[in-house]
Structure formats: C-alpha cells, structure tokens
C-alpha cells in the first residue's frame, strides 16, 4: 500500500498556474506509475495525467493536453502536476493516484490521496 498525500491547491484566477505536489510513503514509489484525476461538484471522478515510472512515458486527457504537464522525482517520492492556463472548468478536487490501470471504460487504482482542492474564478 502506497500513502499519498496531495498539496499544493487553491483559489486562481482563469489563466493563472498551481503546481500540485503528491508525497508518496509506503511500499516502492520508483517503480509504479502515477496519476492526477480529478473530480468536479456532481460530476464523476476522471483522469487527468499519468506518468511511467522512469518518466519516460505521460499521458493526459484532451482536456488538459497543452496546459497540465505531470513530473516526477523518483529521489523525493513524489509526483507533481504543473497546471497553466487554467479555466474555470478546471475547478474540482485532484487526486493523487497510485498505479493507475485503464481499463477502457474505467480505471484500476491501488491507492488515492485524499484530494486537494482547485477553485479558478472567471
């Protein structure tokens, strides 16, 4: 089991930027992949972002492409979510995930953090 722990969010205004942090304690972070999702008031929970272990592969929504960039440090134990041009659609709570499976119409995950809290004002 992985414990994450997310920070980092907050109010913005549309076009402004947050940079999202995800600490991870627990069995081996090096060697999973990990995720952003996130969920908006009476909305179901989606994915944003994932990232490969070594860094070496990211996948985003179309949503988010060109805007969210995902990263990791392997040494730190923890991955992070770069967020510009934001827009008031962006508002919703993120979650930190832990080896993220797609499974066509859903997603696996082994574990979640607890989410934080994203509000961007028109």
């Known amino acids: 089991q992985v414990q994450l722990v997310e920070s980092g969010g907050g109010l913005v205004q549309a076009g402004g930027s947050l940079r999202l942090s995800c600490a991870a304690s627990?069995?081996?972070?090096?060697?999973?992949?990990m995720g952003w999702f996130r969920q908006a008031p009476g909305k179901e929970r989606e994915f944003v972002a994932t990232?490969?272990?070594?860094?070496?592969?990211?996948y985003y929504a179309d949503s988010v492409k060109g805007r969210f960039t995902i990263s990791r440090d392997n040494a730190k134990n923890t991955v992070y979510l770069q967020m510009n041009s934001l827009k008031p659609e962006d508002t919703a709570v993120y979650y930190c995930?832990?080896?993220?499976?797609?499974?066509?119409?859903?997603?696996?995950?082994?574990?979640w953090g607890q989410g934080t809290q994203v509000t961007v004002s028109s």
């Open positions: 995930a832990a080896d993220p499976i797609n499974l066509g119409s859903s997603w696996k995950v082994a574990d």
């Open positions: 627990g069995r081996t972070f090096s060697r999973s992949r």
């Open positions: 990232i490969s272990w070594s860094s070496d592969m990211a």
